[in-house]
């Protein structure tokens, strides 16, 4: 955000927001939210430059009831009140932070090892009985499928 909300909601209120960006016309410290359709003097204005729509519950500074009713970010509000009504608070950008040196020994890390053993999986060496709908079925083992029933001679 360019522009710290305090300092803006010092410069600007959200009274003049109203009047100036949104076209409302306050009374005393109330006006309609024409922004979402209302008629009724629903929201009110604070002398430390907040509002408070008591219909929907919002409330805050001058960029959060221009985002409210423009249906913008709190960022681009504030940027966009900030350059428009303020621009000489605007923040500086920071220098990027300083890269740490290099270290001169490369760290000792302690290095996990695991091993594991794979085995196939080993079929029981007696058939497998299964219940199928009320019936008994014997199925052979794979080892057995494989061999060829004897031929009598």
Request: hydrophobic share 35%; glycine share 8%.
């Amino acid at each position: 955000m360019k522009y710290d909300l305090d300092e803006l909601r010092s410069r600007v209120s959200a009274r003049e927001v109203a009047e100036r960006e949104l076209g409302a016309v306050v009374k005393g410290t109330r006006c309609a939210a024409i922004w979402r359709g209302g008629d009724g003097q629903n929201v009110e204005f604070y002398d430390d430059g907040c509002f408070r729509d008591h219909k929907t519950g919002d409330h805050g500074g001058p960029a959060s009831l221009l985002a409210v009713a423009r249906g913008m970010g709190l960022k681009e509000a504030a940027d966009y009140l900030g350059d428009k009504y303020c621009p000489d608070i605007a923040r500086k950008k920071a220098p990027p932070p300083a890269r740490k040196p290099a270290a001169t020994k490369p760290a000792k890390a302690a290095v996990a090892t695991m091993t594991m053993t794979l085995t196939p999986p080993v079929e029981p060496p007696v058939p497998s009985v299964v219940n199928v709908l009320g019936k008994l079925r014997v199925s052979r083992p794979a080892w057995a499928r494989e061999l060829k029933p004897a031929t009598p001679t």
